[in-house]
């Protein structure tokens, strides 16, 4: 099945600098990419998604960038505020037939200093 | 509108007990999903229903773990015979028809605690 590998666990920047996830998948039949951001004690929430006929979207402050080939893609979060401190999940999904579940990664949990 | 509900959002339990928990999807939605996120750890896919019928229910971790939906609104999934590595939250998802590349909207989650 799908493995979702996510990286940093954990990344601490400083107010209005810029943050980077990264992530992996590895069936190549994955084409649809969401990121979802949770607060502590909160749900998750969608910030950003992207599908594979695409390799960038962006929106505000927040863009993703993905790479077939290589099969990873990446969340960046340009002049961070301290409320954008939170676990960040990346996920990939088939999406075909009845093959629409999400497989996750392990979470990033963000720190945007003062 | 609404969004997705769970209830309760906190359970206690004695190991070896059963428990329910309950997931109340966005109005119209036919595809639900339930998902559990053990501490530090991502979300795992247990179990996605479109309409009242489970095509997908590879996740369900043993068969202890079961779960129905009717009506095409409430799911109930249930833990027979809980075990300590059962703790974890259990969050519910739902999307507009299941189809691919859909947005799923998640509930607040239920928190289960196994003693």
């Known amino acids: 099945g799908e493995n979702v590998e996510q990286h940093p666990s954990t990344l601490s920047v400083q107010e209005g600098d810029s943050a980077v996830i990264k992530c992996t998948y590895s069936?190549?039949?994955?084409?649809?990419f969401p990121w979802y951001k949770q607060e502590l004690g909160k749900r998750p929430q969608l910030i950003i998604d992207?599908?594979?006929?695409?390799g960038e979207k962006k929106d505000q402050r927040i863009a993703v960038t993905l790479n077939k080939t290589a099969k990873h893609f990446s969340l960046h979060i340009t002049e961070t505020q301290p409320e954008d401190s939170a676990v960040y999940f990346c996920a990939a999904s088939k999406g075909t037939g009845t093959a629409s579940k999400l497989t996750f990664g392990t979470g990033t949990r963000l720190q945007v200093t003062l | 509108g609404a969004g997705v509900s769970q209830s309760p959002s906190n359970k206690v339990t004695e190991k070896g007990k059963d428990v329910e928990l309950r997931c109340d999807p966005i109005?119209?939605?036919?595809?639900l999903y339930w998902y559990r996120q053990s501490l530090g750890q991502g979300l795992e896919f247990l179990i996605y229903?479109?309409?009242?019928?489970?095509?997908?229910k590879s996740g369900l971790p043993s068969d202890r773990f079961s779960a129905e939906r009717t009506g095409g609104s409430v799911s109930t999934l249930t833990i027979q015979r809980t075990q300590q590595e059962d703790s974890a939250v259990y969050l519910c998802?739902?999307?507009?028809?299941?189809?691919?590349?859909?947005?799923?909207?998640f509930g607040p989650g239920t928190r289960l605690l196994v003693l």
């Open positions: 109005s119209g939605h036919t595809a």
């Open positions: 229903f479109q309409g009242n019928s489970a095509p997908d």
């Open positions: 069936d190549s039949a994955s084409n649809y």
């Open positions: 992207i599908r594979s006929n695409v």
């Open positions: 998802a739902s999307s507009l028809s299941g189809e691919p590349q859909e947005t799923q909207y």
